[in-house]
């Protein structure tokens, strides 16, 4: 059996769960690819799953690899492809049901990958998939963001909210995000027309109504943002499925989004990056063996940008 060194889980738990190993190489089925890993991304929702908080939406069975935000190559391709082929530098927001990234080698659905962006390398590749779609389907899919609207990003200055700053900027939009102070610099240059410190200032009473908002915190900041929304604007949330009750009673709407692997997204998403409409901060690299602290400066939750593993 061919094996190849992968980072696993055998059990929930803390970053100590974690297993830096050798495991069995996967093979690709009728329209799948192999991808030999690059670099993977760390998102949230890796130490998520570590911990246990999403197995009874994603009913994985262990042991389980984890990681789903891919750079690399296509190594082998299965049956019955139509657009990829050996040798295809690629990314991908693989399906989350499945093993993941932290790995030598990947099988991905050809659906769930696109060709990376030729002008970034893997590193930046593979930090831009679940960021980039999620900010795509929650600004654009959801709420139909338009030119000329006002939308309020929360966390603007981490993995997604960096992202959704640029987008809604292509867009033709008003932003405004919430950051603390030491990333209101990194914001501005990334175009933020309004930086609210979110340490220091309560955004409801500092911000003008908004079209828009891109909720990534949930809870008490969920609460607050519906004072700050137009009448038949939307929340959006990626961290709590708002109370559908309290929207009506505002006078607004809301939508809750788990995104979903999309490679026609993520080829609009690798265009824009080489037109350099879009850049990806990498704010940490680490070895895929040091997953474990990647995840732990992650679960911290003040990542300026994202965080990524070194494969090769
Ligand atoms: N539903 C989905 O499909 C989906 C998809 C992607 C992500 N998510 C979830 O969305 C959340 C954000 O993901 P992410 O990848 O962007 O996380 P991340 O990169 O870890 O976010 C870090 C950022 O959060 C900021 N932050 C922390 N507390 C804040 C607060 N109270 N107000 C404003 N900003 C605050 C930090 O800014 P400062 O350093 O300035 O404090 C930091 O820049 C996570 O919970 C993740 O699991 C869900």
Known sequence: MRTMKAVCIYGYGGPEVLVYEDAPR??????????????AGINPVD?????????EMLHHTLPLILGWDVSGV??????????????????????????????????IKESDVALKP????????????????????????????????????????????????QLAKWKGAHVIGT????NHEFL???????VVDYNTERFEEVVQPVDVVLDTIGGDTQERSWKVLKRGGILVSIAAPPAAATAAAHGVRQAFVFTQP???QLAEIARLADAEKLKVIVETILPLSDATRGQELSQRGHTQGKIVLRVI
């Open 47 to 55: 130490w998520k799953i570590r911990e246990g908080h999403l197995k």
């Open 188 to 194: 501005r240059k990334l175009g933020v027309d309004q």
């Open 179 to 182: 950051a603390a102070a030491k």
């Open 262 to 264: 999309n490679s026609g």
């Open 118 to 165: 030729k002008s970034i390398d893997h590193l930046h590749a593979a930090a831009l998939p679940l960021a980039g779609l999620t900010a795509w389907q929650t600004l654009f899919d959801a709420a139909g963001l338009a030119a000329g609207q006002r939308v309020l990003i929360h966390a603007a200055a981490g993995g997604v909210g960096h992202v959704a700053v």
């Open 26 to 39: 996967p093979h690709p089925g009728d329209g799948e690819v192999l991808v030999r890993v690059h670099a």
């Open 74 to 107: 296509v190594e082998t391709a299965g049956a019955g492809l139509t657009r990829l082929k050996v040798g295809d530098e690629v990314f991908s927001r693989p399906d989350i049901s499945r093993d993941g990234a932290y790995a030598e080698f990947i099988v």
